[in-house]
Each structure stands twice: as C-alpha cells, then as structure tokens.
C-alpha cells in the first residue's frame, strides 16, 4: 500500500510520485511553434509535481490517421529530435515523461471531419476488417464517410514496424517510456475488438489473434527502441450500445484476459479503461457541453468540421442523449482496475472521473478506508491501482500536481475544480486549443492563483 508521494518503478524507470497527467490532447500539430506549445502545455505539470507526464497521442505516420484536428506527428525524424526540449523541460522538474503513440484508423478525420475529408479526397482509412454493419448504416444515412483500406497482413506488419521506428525517435530525443491508446476506439482497440477484427489471418479469429497486433509492436519497439518502459491502455467495452445493437464487444473479464496476456507479452503496466466500441462520450463522462454547442461565434466552424448545420444539430443532439447514458461517475474505472490489479504483478495505472486528494489516497489503498461498492466480483479491499491520473482536471489547473501533493502535510483534502462539463471538448473538433473554457472555473483558478495555492513549497 503506497501513498501518492512514494516513487514507482515502471518497467526500469523510477517515476517520483504516483501522480500522473493522462494522455490529453494538446492540439500542438506539428508547426514551428508545436514544441513551444507542447513545453507550455506540459511543463506546467511537472513544475506542480505531476510525477509522470503522459503526452497526448501521437500519429506515427505522415498521412491520415488523426482522430482530431492539431494532433502531433511523429514520424519525421528531424521534428521529433527537437522534442528533446520538452523532455529536458520536464526533466529540469524531476519528473518523467512518456510519449503515447496512435494511429485512428477508422476513428480517423478522414471519416468524421467533412472540411478534411474534402481537402484530402483521396485519402482511406485504414481497416482492420471492413466496417460492421452498425457503422456501415450510419454512412448509408450520411453521418459518417467510410473509405476503408482493410490492412493486408504485410501492411500490419507494415504499421507495427511504424510503430517502433516513432518508439525508437521518441527514446532518442529523451522520451522515458512509450504508452499505446489502446482504448480510445483507435485502431489498437480495433485490433483487439471483436466488433471490429473479423480478420482470418494471425491477427484476428480468436482473443489470442486479435492481440497479436499488440505482440509484434511490443517486439517492435523492443527491437527498435530497447528496453524502454512500454504500457497500453486495455479496454473493456462495457458502456457499448446492448445486444442487439452491438453482440460482439470486449467484456470487463475480457479486459482483464488481455492485461494478463499482455504482461506475459512483457507490458511493464496498463491503464484499463471502459470504453464503447464507437466514439461517444464513455471516456470523458460528465456533463452536456451546452456552453460551448451555443457558442455562436463557433457555429461557422462547427459546420465545417461536421458538414453543415444539420448535422451540427445532430451531434450536438447525440451528445445530449450520450450525456444522459454517461453521466459522470467519481473514479469510474476503479472496479476494473482493482480486478486487473488482482492477476497482475505490474503497475496498474488508474483514470477516469478521479478528482479528490482521499478519494486517490483510498485508490491506492494507502487511506486505511477500503470502499465497499463493486459491480463485478473484485474484492473490496485492497488497492484498486499503483497510480493515480486525471485528463480534464489539467486543463482546468495546469499545476494542479501542487495542491494535491502538498496537502499530504496539511491534512486538507483538496479537490479539483474541474467540474467535467466537457466544454473543453468540443471546440477541438475546429482544431481550438485545448484548454478550460468554463469562466467560474476559470475565476477559481485565478483566486486560487492569487491564494498561492499553486506555489510549492517543496522543490
Ligand atoms: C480533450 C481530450 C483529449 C483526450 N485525448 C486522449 C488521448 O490522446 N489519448 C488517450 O489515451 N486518452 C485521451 N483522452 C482520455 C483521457 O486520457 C482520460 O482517460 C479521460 O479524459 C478521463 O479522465 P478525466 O475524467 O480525468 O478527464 C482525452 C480526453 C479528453 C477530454
Ligand atoms: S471546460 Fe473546464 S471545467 Fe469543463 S471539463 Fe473542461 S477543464 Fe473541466
């Protein structure tokens, strides 16, 4: 049982603290100021105390393969040497930071984002079967655009081996570890997925084939990048639509299956996380963002990106009804994250919906107040995790790490203000910064500021 301020090995690292900032869009691409940006939007954290730094996803091609707008690239070798700034930047604090590499696949822009789609006609997505009926339907009635490419077996190998050549340029310019999105409905989870993978080849026709995806990166990156800390999201598709929308999707024992498999594989942690098998909001649950769907001066743009205003409408519309579905949970996670800590030796990595200094202390189990309410057969005692993350709350207080770090002596319990209304998120689809877009939380921010409550006292 450990508290939030003892260090963890991840893999052959020592992270300082048990804090992590999760992966979170910076909307950083890759123009002359995308390293700027990314030491403006990260170091914040690391100056706060934040021991482990998870950048947001990165695209290890050149082309397509971006689930939003700005989403940094790393495949060009020169631009990510230059990222050996950020990662001194975060060095100078203490701090460790890993790189998340990502490539959508049919959750990409060239699916969803009518303006990119038509400037880059001939763009496809990268399959890794063709698309189930549910999202075929959903192109018959024009919500979506599918375009697939199903990837040959050569060009799996093809992506994995992508995979490890970004590994291999991020550890060279000073990255500490490598993370996969492996359960943000990117083509990871696709891989894995069964509502996705009808494959007949090696990577797909059984739970074992479908990981192996994640076996031959895991060696690619191995090969390439040496023996660099590796962790992956897992999902569980639990809050995916129900049967019969949706029969083939990955169950919470699923997730823990797939976690066991990927420690033997020789993962050094995972971060398991319920997700749908379509993008909605079972990731960021929290509230309707009608502050920034009703922010007129967005209209034009919001149009661009989903391709007039009807279908504005009908975004705006499904994230009304999925709010509903979604509503905010504390620590959402923390059951599958507790049934997975409890087959595997290495570090469990918990997020979602946490957002109290007790409330993390109890996740760790280092609060002496087990929580008694489990869904799904995990004990109740004991830690659920051995590090504790938050997304949304960084957008809010970039050094947010110093209120929750320091309270340990002070005895408060100090929560974030944050208050997960989601109107961060959609001014991204125009390629907006990423940052907290709700002005009483921005006035919290700026009284605390004024209150010295991000001042550490302790370097
Ligand atoms: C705007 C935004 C961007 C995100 N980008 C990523 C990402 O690049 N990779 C990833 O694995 N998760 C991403 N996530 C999910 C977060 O890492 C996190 O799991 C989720 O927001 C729940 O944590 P929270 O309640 O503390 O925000 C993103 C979430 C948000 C809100
Ligand atoms: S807009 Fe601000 S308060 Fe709302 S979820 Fe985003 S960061 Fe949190």
């Known amino acids: 049982m450990a508290t939030l301020e003892e260090p963890l090995e991840i893999g052959d690292v020592t992270v300082p603290n048990r804090l992590y900032r999760a992966p979170l869009l910076e909307c950083a691409g890759n123009g002359p100021d995308a390293v700027e940006t990314l030491i403006e939007d990260l170091e914040p954290a690391a100056e706060s105390g934040v021991g482990l730094i998870c950048q947001g996803a990165t695209i290890v091609r050149g082309d397509g ?18 990222l050996s700034r950020l990662t001194d930047r975060i060095h100078d604090h203490g701090s460790r930071i890993f790189i998340q590499l990502e490539h959508g696949g049919l959750r990409s822009m060239e699916t969803w984002h009518a303006e990119y789609r038509s400037e880059h006609p001939d763009l496809e997505q990268l399959a890794v079967s063709d698309p189930p009926w549910q999202l075929r339907l959903l192109d018959r009635i024009g919500f979506l655009e599918y375009d697939p490419h199903v990837l040959t077996t050569a060009e799996v190998y093809e992506l994995a081996t992508d995979f490890g050549r970004a590994a291999a340029r991020a550890v060279g310019a000073g990255y500490d570890g490598v993370h996969l999105a492996g359960a943000n409905m990117g083509i990871v989870q696709q891989f894995l997925s069964p509502f996705y993978n009808r494959r007949d080849d090696e990577f797909g026709g059984s739970p074992e084939a ?44 699923d997730g823990v299956e797939i976690a066991r498999r990927l420690e033997r594989i020789g993962y050094d942690a995972v971060v398991p996380v319920q997700t749908s ?41 499904a994230n009304r009804v999925q709010s509903l579905q979604y509503d905010f949970e504390p620590a959402w996670n923390e059951d599958f994250c507790r049934r997975v800590r409890e087959r595997l030796s290495i570090p469990v990595l918990a997020e979602g919906g946490i957002r109290g200094r007790e409330e993390m202390d109890r996740l760790l189990g280092s609060s002496g107040e087990p929580e008694a309410s489990t869904v799904s057969g995990a004990t109740d005692d004991g830690p659920a995790c051995d590090m504790v993350g938050m997304a949304r709350p960084f957008y809010a207080e970039p050094r947010l790490g110093a209120r929750l770090l320091e309270s340990e002596s002070t005895g408060d319990d100090p929560r974030v203000i944050c208050e997960s209304c989601n109107n961060c998120t959609v001014p991204q689809v125009t390629g907006a910064p990423g940052i907290c877009r709700t002005p009483d939380v921005l006035r919290k921010r700026r009284e605390l500021e004024h209150a010295g409550a991000y001042d550490r006292t302790e370097p």
Do not use: Q
């Open 277 to 317: 098998v379509v993008w909605d909001m079972s990731i960021v649950r929290g509230e309707y963002p009608d502050h920034a769907w009703d922010n007129e001066a967005l209209h034009e743009e919001y149009d661009a990106a989903f391709g007039g205003s009807t279908r504005r409408r009908l975004v705006a519309l």
């Open 65 to 82: 393969g971006c689930a939003a707008p700005g989403m940094t690239r790393v495949h060009d070798p020169e631009f990510v040497a230059r």
């Open 210 to 253: 479908r990981l192996e995806f994640l076996a031959v990166v895991h060696d690619e990156i191995r090969d390439r990048a040496g023996e660099v800390p590796l962790m992956t999201k897992v999902p569980a598709e639990t809050p995916a639509p129900p049967a019969p929308v949706v029969r083939r999707k990955l169950s919470l024992e």
